[in-house]
């Protein structure tokens, strides 16, 4: 079983209006919800392709509990009760793009962090793999994801964070780490070249370093070598979600012991496979079995 | 006790940003929550006068709670759950001004309503006063506040809507509808006069048409005659709200049997209170007492 943290969820809405006007009022036409979050997003796609997995994090409120409801008929979930209001992400979509609001995370006490950390405790015990997904809610300390990598102990962890929770995470020794290339850029002084980066960032102590370059595919730096997998073509469609989509994979493929180059392979195929499917956290199945075969691996 | 029915109530959620940037993203800097809908505004401006009063309506599900929970310090509510979502309105506030997205409301059942009509009727019975003020959610019968009316029997009522429920309430009877000029424009073809058209409104059936014109005060056709009542000045601020300032001191006045000259002058001084508050359904009452000595009120 594959174990996803969200620790800093969202109810996710949608609003379809016509064309958006500053300062005006706006009849709201069609109202869309989603259990938002990258670690969600996770759980979905690997829940998509079968593959065993339970959601965890911190859900509150009457906002919590509405993503609790939305979670049914998804991947399996335990989250840990917190007394703050889980935050709501709008995306006001027109007809030319979307507007968003994001609106800031409730603020976890320290008991309630102390109580998930213990909750993480017993679920990793049971996981294949644990995925740590996204932005730490206020209150969380900066060094959580390092806590929860070193407190699941021999069970490998997978981290795609970004800022000093990304840096704190690295120096506990993750197994992978999937940065973007301007999270990484934003971690360290760049190198000059994609593979250079990847191996300053592994330096900072994770086993294998996989940066998503958008189309432009994954540059990895592991143990056993350094490797660029590229996409046959662009794909058109939503890219939020596929960086989630790429971790969903890279987490079954560690579960599994997947050689890196086929693990990479696949990481790119389902990522634009997210992307052309129109919302994230789903992918389009088809599209990854026919674009699978044909993704380029190249040792560096 | 009045009671006050707010059929359609909403959580309204207000964002903080720098500046509002179509098709950007927006950190939200606070957000805040408030119990919306206009029967809502008027139980809270009647609570702060010390008035008894009730409020019900229909909430549902998780937007419904957390709706239930904001009211908690207010008014006394009594609620009938649906279920259906509540609605939010999202009001996004920059260095501008304010834009909003306006959810449709929650489709009502045919025995969601007839349960909501049956509880109604037993609170209408302990009630000096019912107020029906706001749109009907879709799903509720387009004549329910003429249903409502009826059942009321010899509780007076006063109605607060618009279009076809407006038009619908007009034949059942109510003691004081109070439109606005724009929703009495649309009700009927304008005679050329404020105090014309008010008499024409009173003409489709209620005791008492009191119109509201903004900074331009009221005008009221009666059965005892018809008045113009003014503010000594205009008063700066938020006029959301205002109108429901006006009902609850109509609704009071028509409670307690004040005569109209001094019920207007009420209505008119508490609705300059209302917006030199910040936010609907407060009212500042010091200026309430200040403003109302010199409301000017004329027979017309």
């Not at 979670?71 to 989250?79: D, E, K, Q, T, Y």
């Not at 294949?128 to 209150?139: A, E, F, R, T, W």
């Not at 370093?209 to 432009?216: R, T, W």
Request: proline share 8%.
């Amino acid at each position: 079983m594959i174990l996803t943290v969200t620790a800093n969820p969202a109810l996710d809405v949608t609003y379809r209006v016509a064309t958006l006007v500053p300062h005006g009022t706006h009849r709201v036409s069609a109202v869309a919800e989603r259990a938002g979050g990258k670690g969600l997003n996770v759980a979905r796609v690997l829940h998509a392709l079968g593959e065993p997995v339970l959601a965890t994090g911190l859900l509150g409120g009457a906002t919590g509990a509405r993503v609790g409801e939305l979670l049914a008929g998804g991947p399996p979930a335990s989250f840990v009760p917190i007394a703050g209001e889980t935050r709501r992400t709008v995306a006001v979509a027109d007809d030319g793009d979307a507007t968003g609001f994001w609106e800031p995370g409730p603020a976890v006490s320290a008991g309630e962090w102390a109580a998930f950390v213990s909750h993480f405790r017993s679920l990793a015990e049971a996981a294949d793999v644990v995925v740590l997904s996204g932005s730490l809610p206020p209150g969380a300390p900066v060094d959580g994801y390092a806590t929860l990598i070193t407190l699941a102990g021999s069970t490998p962890a997978i981290v795609d964070t970004s800022g000093a929770s990304l840096r704190h995470a690295l120096a506990a020794g993750p197994d992978i780490v999937k940065p973007n290339a301007a999270e990484l850029a934003a971690l360290l002084a760049p190198a000059g070249s994609p593979v250079r980066d990847a191996q300053a960032a592994r330096r900072l102590g994770a086993e294998a370093v996989v940066v998503s370059h958008g189309p432009g595919g994954l540059v990895a730096a592991t143990a056993s070598g350094c490797w660029r997998s590229r996409p046959p073509y662009a794909v058109a469609g939503n890219p939020t979600g596929a960086g989630d989509a790429c971790v969903a994979a890279l987490a079954r493929g560690l579960a599994a012991g997947t050689p890196w180059p086929d693990r990479l392979r696949d990481a790119v195929a389902l990522s634009a496979a997210a992307v052309a499917a129109p919302v994230a956290g789903d992918v389009d199945l088809d599209l990854y079995e026919r674009i699978r075969p044909d993704v380029t691996t190249e040792e560096l």
